[in-house]
């Protein structure tokens, strides 16, 4: 008896308190951001971005809400969406080094808003590509990242 309610009581907890917030990408330069979960709601907005980076909050059949950076939310139906890595640069003057650490040499400065696509991730950096430029930032000044 005690171990039904036990397993009863960890898979209402589990569901409770899982997140199943992701990070993704719009697969494409235009994407429209819905007011629901249907191609019968009126579009919210429209992006021009590929591969910008989206938080996906929920589902609904083949819709996700997402948000995006600038805290705008809606949803897009799963077919936009990308599993390629990006985030979007969120402090004002955003160094990127040849190596992860603050003592390599500098590349570039990014502003702010700037999207970089991730090669990889390592514990506090990772590796971005912007333009012609491929180094390394902090993790904390990204956002979107994996």
Same mark, same amino acid.
């Given at each position: 008896? &005690?171990?039904?309610?036990? !397993?009863?009581?960890?898979? *209402? /907890? ?5 997140? =199943?917030?992701?990070?993704s /990408?719009?697969?494409?330069?235009? /994407?429209?951001l819905?007011?629901?979960?249907s191609?019968? &709601?009126? !579009? ?10 989206v938080?996906?909050?929920?589902? +609904? ?14 949803? *897009?139906? $799963? ?9 979007? +640069?969120? =402090? =004002? ?13 500098p ?5 702010k808003?700037?999207?970089?696509? *991730?090669?990889?991730c ?5 590796? !971005?590509? $912007?333009?012609?430029y !491929? #180094?390394?930032?902090?993790? =904390? +000044?990204?956002? #979107?990242?994996?």
């Amino acid at each position: 008896m &005690y171990k039904k309610i036990i !397993i009863i009581f960890f898979f *209402i /907890t589990s569901s409770l308190f899982s997140s =199943e917030e992701y990070f993704s /990408t719009l697969r494409n330069d235009k /994407t429209h951001l819905r007011q629901g979960p249907s191609f019968d &709601y009126p !579009i919210k907005l429209l992006y021009k971005k590929k591969f910008l980076p989206v938080l996906v909050q929920d589902k +609904s059949s083949n819709f996700r809400k997402i948000r995006d950076h600038e805290n705008n939310s809606g949803w *897009i139906h $799963v077919s936009q969406l990308s599993k390629k890595k990006a985030a979007i +640069s969120i =402090e =004002e003057r955003l160094l990127v080094f040849k190596n992860p650490t603050i003592y390599s040499k500098p590349l570039v400065i990014l502003e702010k808003g700037k999207l970089c696509l *991730i090669k990889k991730c390592k514990k506090n950096w990772c590796k !971005i590509k $912007v333009g012609e430029y !491929i #180094g390394w930032v902090k993790k =904390e +000044s990204l956002w #979107g990242k994996l």
